[in-house]
């Protein structure tokens, strides 16, 4: 393979091309960091690095997909041979193979977020029994330890931060987190976060830490910035296992999800813990006009802990000016951007390559109901991701417990739709099942129903058949979609029935979902990707087509997209920055990068919006709240000599 380089741009090829060491590449946005680091991956192919040796690594699926069809287009057949996906999914590859020499059974399996819920709430109930109203609820719970996990911090911490009002219940909170623990282990689960905690203890075993080393010669990672505590270490542990071979690519003044337990130093400490790293500057964007990118520079720049760049425009890019349109309130602020859109829309530009964004969901409240009563086409990038909806999940448990019997929460959700068998008689089914030897060919013979009593028992017998055919069906290696369709079509579609609105719609989804299995040739491959596929949404799979639609999105689902037009609301001072975001250390720089992305993600026009009167809650007033009169953000006022001020003002006050 020759690897042609003459795209590239010099900052790209220096990068591309560096000897093989420690390097930092700090990629602005739209200066093609992704295409960057694919490259790397080729050039090092180009040089003699088998493809088995490199370590490709990135956040999200959607991401992961398209760094591998990149670097497909550049290696070819090669690059069957790369590694590359996301931290979970690579956990879950090398946990598999090698998990038992931390002690792990390899059948495990994995629980998405609602699984956690639910296994958490069994906990707390016979950890603790009755609580008090106050305590955290289930879900919160999760949260908090995850965070205290992601940010390497105690859990005490982490209920500090997440729930102050509930610090007194650490003790409580401790015992269900040991239990959950416990419960986990018993069941044979791991949760997202056990994937890397037992990737790190893999690391932790001197002759696994060392072959590791020699397996990934070559460690790549994108999206540097968003790494937390947990994957900053595995990285950087793997390099030093491989003699320091190393390149990491993001743009620290993009890290926006430190709620989520980003931890913003390992980006901006690493030239302080790596003297020796060459550092590469992307500057160049392929992305935005000279006007947008004057602004975002300018706005930026007020952060003080950051790598210093200057986004430029590749090529001569001109347009107008970012506006700022103040307008009266929130319901006159979405009727004017549903007018400008209209208009947009009529002088040509289709309605996908627009996109409103906002700094909460809630503030796109006024804009939905404007949007429908004017019947303008419009996707909502939010909502439940396609396996974390019911009626999948309820299919998904099914197959669950034939890759795992000793699935806790898979049998209680199957056990949960059959009438009558409630979470007592539930736990005799599981305790049947675990002391079976072969349980699903008794259940051929009827054999769980002696555990029920009998006003159950003849409901229960339907479930039990269609389990039983169900591992005979897999036994006999049916396609993995055909076991999905015997699901759907068997007794759990009178549940369906029964259960949910729309039942129709809900059965062609797991149709689809009976398709997407189809592509995949183990049962424990289709299973894992299924619970990591963290980008995958049910409009994505759903939705077909080309329809042509105007998207809706808050400014961290919007990050890596981007828009010919871009209208960013609520850009007043009361709601962007984030009231709840300054309360954090450090949240008003995280604000600042907020506003950043947002501002990034336009290519030729950008326009902010705010209300002159915005609404306060829990203030004076028989609603419990009121009218303030809104400034414009700090962040409009920072870059006031790059925009233009248009619209009404306040006849008694400037705009700034």
């Known amino acids: 393979m020759v690897l042609d380089l003459s795209g590239l741009n010099d900052a790209q090829r220096g990068a591309v091309t560096a000897e093989r060491g420690m390097h930092l590449v700090i990629a602005g946005a739209g200066t093609g960091k992704t295409r960057t680091l694919t490259y790397r991956a080729a ?16 956040f999200t699926n959607k991401a992961a997909s398209s760094m591998m069809t990149q670097a497909g287009g550049l290696m070819g057949p090669e690059v069957q041979g790369l590694w590359g996906g996301t931290f979970h999914s690579i956990a879950n590859r090398l946990i598999r193979q090698d998990g038992k020499v931390v002690g792990l059974d390899t059948t495990y399996s994995i629980l998405d977020s609602e699984d956690q819920r639910d296994l958490v ?36 911490r982490s209920l500090a931060d997440k729930v102050p009002l509930a610090v007194d219940y650490i003790e409580k909170v401790e015992s269900v987190r040991t239990a959950y623990e416990e419960r986990k282990r018993a069941a044979n689960c791991l949760d997202y976060d056990d994937l890397l905690i037992y990737w790190l203890r893999l690391l932790d075993d001197k002759d696994t830490w060392a072959e590791m080393g020699r397996r990934f010669t070559e460690v790549l990672v994108d999206e540097y910035q968003d790494t937390n505590t947990a994957q900053g270490e595995i990285v950087e542990r793997i390099a030093q296992a491989n003699g320091k071979r190393l390149m ?14 980003a931890h913003y130093q390992n980006i901006l400490g690493f030239q302080d813990r790596y003297p020796e790293a060459k550092i590469h500057r992307l500057e160049e964007n392929y992305r935005s006009t000279k006007q947008i990118l004057d602004l975002a520079n300018a706005v930026i720049l007020n952060n003080p802990g950051q790598y210093h760049k200057t986004l430029r425009p590749a090529r001569p890019t001109h347009g107008p000016r970012p506006k700022v349109q103040p307008l009266p309130n929130g319901m006159g602020e979405a009727a004017w951007i549903a007018r400008q859109v209209v208009d947009a829309h009529q002088a040509g530009t289709p309605l996908e390559r627009m996109a409103i964004l906002y700094r909460s969901h809630s503030h796109s409240t006024f804009l939905q109901a404007d949007l429908l009563k004017r019947n303008i086409p419009y996707e909502v990038r939010s909502g439940l991701r396609f396996f974390e909806q019911a009626h999948v999940k309820d299919v998904v448990a099914f197959l669950k417990i034939l890759q795992n019997p000793d699935d806790e929460v898979a049998w209680t959700r199957v056990l949960g739709m059959c009438p009558g068998v409630g979470p007592k008689r539930a736990s005799k089914v599981r305790a049947w099942v675990k002391g079976e030897e072969r349980p699903f060919e008794k259940m051929a013979d009827g054999a769980s129903t002696a555990v029920l009593p009998p006003s159950v028992r003849s409901t229960w017998m339907r479930f039990e058949s269609d389990i039983a055919d169900l591992h005979r069906a897999h036994k006999n290696k049916k396609p993995l979609g055909d076991l999905v369709r015997m699901v759907a079509r068997g007794v759990y579609s009178e549940y369906l029935e029964t259960k949910y609105q729309n039942p129709r719609n809900r059965l062609q989804d797991l149709d689809q979902l009976g398709i997407l299995a189809d592509g995949y040739k183990t049962l424990s491959a289709f299973l894992s990707e299924l619970i990591l596929l963290g980008e995958l949404y049910g409009t994505d799979l759903l939705k077909g087509g080309t329809d042509d639609r105007l998207v809706l999105s808050t400014i961290h689902r919007s990050k890596g997209l981007e828009w010919d037009l871009v209208w960013v609301v609520r850009t007043s001072e009361d709601a962007f920055p984030s009231p709840m975001g300054l309360k954090d250390e450090e949240g008003e720089e995280e604000e600042r990068r907020i506003f950043y992305v947002a501002a990034t993600r336009a290519r030729r026009q950008l326009i902010f919006t705010y209300p002159l009167l915005g609404q306060e809650w829990g203030g004076a007033g028989q609603g419990g709240g009121g009218s303030i009169i809104s400034r414009p953000s700090r962040f409009l006022t920072e870059g006031k000599d790059f925009v233009e001020r248009v619209g009404r003002t306040r006849p008694s006050r400037p705009i700034w």
Do not use: M
């Open 121 to 156: 709430r069994a906990t707390v109930r016979e950890t603790l029994g009755k609580l008090d109203h106050f305590f955290p609820a289930p879900r919160v719970l999760v949260n908090i330890f995850s965070y205290a996990f992601n940010r390497g911090c105690s859990l005490e």
């Open 248 to 261: 990491v690519v993001g743009d620290d003044c993009q890290s926006i999800y430190a709620f989520r337990g």
């Open 43 to 58: 050039w090092l192919v180009d040089q003699g690095v088998s493809p088995s040796k490199i370590l490709l690594l990135t």
